[in-house]
């Protein structure tokens, strides 16, 4: 990514980088009542969970990072998972309070949960809402019951949308996920669907490719041959331009790859990790960024989730040791990160962690295939761009 002249890095204006993304917090809720085949994530079956001891661990958690980096206002929190809705709302509402207690609130905090539309779940929205969530994600992740069944989902078309209106009735702001390129899955059936959704739609839709991830139930059927019917890459790439331009339709740009939004509406705390802000992380296996007066750092902790909690209980953290993020290794993340934006990179600020200029003839290059768009400074992946990112960013970070 580096090309003379090499600029000298300005420390202070370093250790202020993170304000132009804002500061959030993610909170990993690890457990789920059934693992979802395509799934990937850190997430764990269990029959049993004492919500107590792990609110308990949790908004300790919390309190231990709040006391470490007081002096700031949360713009978000993000509970993710697993099933962040298997939590009760008493435990949703402690961590809620313990982050309030830590750092006070912005104005207009966005608090963020993921949801699934069983009936289980459904019951406990109106609780998540007085705890003090403000959006809802919903994973339907599809609008008929054979794909449903395909991806290993718990619910059927009729509860999705059950649970759907009873969430717009609870929270100001929804989302939900659809996954499409699905088995046996056509061009025409996934742009009746995804008008089916945007019909539905509130203000927000995450719309994801199906990858097959190794490790996973359909990574192992498909290395073995069992798993059929896949769309291959043209068809995907026909898929994806036919969201685009169906969403942009109907007012629901893509702000980011996968994600769609109307103006003003676009996730709060997923911009704090495109924009490359700060963000505490509690929980089994969460990762965060903190900049901390000796440099920027990246946080993880333990992936199980007994033994998160029994050293979150005993050692008072279920951190692991923390690791200084390189400067340039943080222009790298940036730039990987707010490419997928709409936006694109800010390239002033590109500039200053990375201490060095992009090559401006492989910016030339690129605009020339009509893939990237310099303006206001900023650079941006186009339209006909976004499709081949993973190929532009090799080039401009190489």
Known sequence: MRSAPTLAPDAAAASDEWRAGGFGLYVHWPFCAAKCPYCDFNSHVTDRIDQQRWANALSAEVARLAAEIPDRHLGSIFFGGGTPSLMLPETVDAVIRAARAGWGFANDIEISLEANPTSVERGRFRGFAEAGVNRLSMGIQALNDDDLRRLGRMHSTAEARAAFDVAREAFPRVSFDLIYARQGQDRAAWRAE?????????????????????????????????LRDLPDEDLSADMY?????????????????????RPGAESRHNLVYWRQGDWA??????????????????????????????????????????????????????????????????????????????????????????????????????????????????????
């Open 281 to 398: 992380a509690v929980g089994p296996g969460a990762h965060g960024r903190l900049t901390l007066p000796n440099g920027r750092v990246a946080t993880e902790a333990h992936r199980l989730p007994g033994q998160w909690l029994t050293a979150v209980e005993t050692a008072g953290t279920g951190e692991l040791p923390r690791a200084l993020v390189p400067r340039d290794e943080q222009a790298t993340e940036y730039l990987l990160m707010a490419m997928r934006l709409s936006e694109g990179v800010d390239s002033g600020r590109l500039e200053r962690l990375s201490g060095s200029r992009l090559d401006e003839s492989k910016l030339r290059s690129l605009e020339e295939f009509g893939v990237i768009v310099r303006r206001g400074g900023r650079i941006a992946a186009t339209a006909d761009g976004r499709p081949v990112l993973n190929a532009i960013l090799r080039e401009l970070a190489a």
């Open 194 to 226: 995804l008008r089916e959704a945007l019909a539905m739609a509130v203000d927000h839709l995450s719309l994801y490719q199906l990858t097959i991830e190794p490790g996973t139930a359909f990574g192992a059927r498909a290395d073995a041959g069992r």
């Open 241 to 261: 331009a036919d969201t685009q331009e169906i969403s942009d339709a109907e007012g629901m740009s893509g702000y980011e790859i996968s994600n769609h939004a």
